[in-house]
């Protein structure tokens, strides 16, 4: 949603139907899943929580919500039928927020929350609770005084958050919020064994698939081990394919197909593709999820698509365009498509028309050595892969060759400026 989205208060969204995109109910709206903040800053809503017709209890993450209007909710389609769970840090919206005796900042008056308010932040896809609609006065079975009614800002109430009720350990988990994923898995690389299993349990499955990318093997093996096998099936399929095929690659041969089996087949099969190839070659190295257009598509679709806010900023840098089907391995490749260009020229242009085709795509079987070669001769960012056949394979994106040609444990280095440094990057 844009600037300015509506704000839908809760008791609008119990039992209301859960669709998917060609129209079909897949359940109700039971429940909505928050995540309370230090201090008074709004809580995260995380998700909500659908019952489907078998009764069943699942989560679905705000991430796949693609919208919330007249008395329905939108899905992506894509629903993880495991049965719900709530996590340290998460609190019901309808079983825990609701009818919570709160005080007011000024004048401390108490209030009952009655209902709460969600909206959409600008320019993303997360989602807060910001406004609460509180009674003035006690509440309880023998008073039934029928207090003002107002409502106000999340920060004006207190109560709620994670510091004032006493919860040291999630309040702990909280300030990682703000932490990127690099800088988050560098605070659980460094955290005791019982710690880390802890953090990794309260996290949600993208954001911990996200902090595992970015941890040295051996602790994302650790990690891995501690989940439920169903649990660590999700986290892998939320991981990048390239990464979830690297991380099994670790594990005993017995472990690696149970956990395929457990993912959604698509994801499973993507991630058996990528094994196949030896670890240090283009095959190995690419993810097989980039931006894939067909010839008669135009820059504004293509725009589109680059603005996916789940894109790393190499595999939004650039398209591949290619012959039906538009999933990898795709039909016949014909060209990569450069952001730049992209801004260059009309919307209503065809991408087919603006490739760069004198660009030649990598091998699967390049080794890393050749594809570092590539990336640096020709200043790219991301690179196509094509087999034999002419079929893109997937991308090459130039974290990863980073990744695999640093040394072991670079992660253990700690990057900062020095005084000298410091002095340039200031002008001076």
């Known amino acids: 949603m844009a600037a300015g989205a509506p704000r839908i208060f809760v008791s609008h969204l119990a039992g209301v139907a859960v669709f998917d995109p060609n129209g079909d109910q897949v359940g109700r709206v039971r429940d909505l899943v928050a995540m309370l903040r230090v201090g008074r800053r709004p809580p995260r809503l995380l998700g909500i929580v659908v019952e489907l017709s078998t009764r069943r209890r699942i989560f679905l993450p705000m991430t796949r919500v693609t919208g919330i209007e007249s008395g329905q909710v939108i899905t992506t389609g894509v629903l993880n039928v495991r049965r719900f769970e709530q996590r340290p840090t998460e609190r019901l919206v309808f079983g825990e927020l609701l009818d919570q005796r709160l005080t007011l900042v000024e004048g401390g008056e108490e209030v009952t929350v009655l209902d709460v308010a969600i909206q959409q932040l600008p320019a993303r896809r997360d989602w807060e609770i910001d406004r609460v609609f509180v009674r003035k006065g006690r509440s309880g079975a023998f008073r039934r005084t029928k207090g003002e009614t107002l409502t106000v800002e999340w920060s004006a109430v207190t109560g709620f958050s994670l510091d004032e009720q006493g919860q040291g350990a999630e309040s702990l988990l909280a300030t990682f919020e703000q932490l990127r994923p690099a800088d988050l898995a560098n605070v659980m690389h460094h955290l005791s064994p019982k710690r880390r299993g802890e953090v990794a349990a309260a996290l949600d499955d993208d954001r911990l698939a996200d902090v595992l990318e970015q941890l040295p093997e051996d602790d994302q093996i650790e990690i ?166 002419g079929s893109l394979l997937g991308a090459v994106t130039v974290d990863d060759v980073l990744d695999h040609m640093l040394p072991e444990d670079w992660r253990e280095t700690e990057f900062h400026l020095d005084e000298d440094d410091e002095g340039v990057a200031d002008g001076g």
């Open 224 to 389: 891995l081990g501690k989940l439920k096998e169903e649990r660590a099936a999700d986290v892998l399929e939320a991981m990048a394919p390239d990464d979830a095929a690297d991380l099994l690659a670790e594990l005993p041969e017995d472990d690696v197909e149970r956990l395929l089996t457990l993912m959604r087949p698509g994801d499973a099969a993507d991630v058996r593709r990528l094994m196949a190839y030896e670890e240090r070659t283009a095959g190995g190295l690419m993810t097989t999820e980039p931006i894939v257009l067909r010839p008669d598509a135009t820059i504004a679709d293509a725009l589109a698509r680059v603005r996916n806010p789940d894109l790393s900023p190499s595999l939004a840098a650039q398209v591949y365009v290619c012959r039906p089907p538009d999933e990898t391995p795709t039909g016949k490749y014909l060209g990569t498509a450069h952001f730049q260009r992209l801004l260059r020229d009309p919307p209503y242009t065809l991408v087919s028309s603006i490739l760069d085709g004198d660009l030649q795509p990598l091998s699967p079987d390049a080794a890393l050595p050749v594809v570092a070669g590539f990336f640096a001769t020709y200043d790219m960012v991301a690179a196509p892969v094509v087999d034999e056949s």
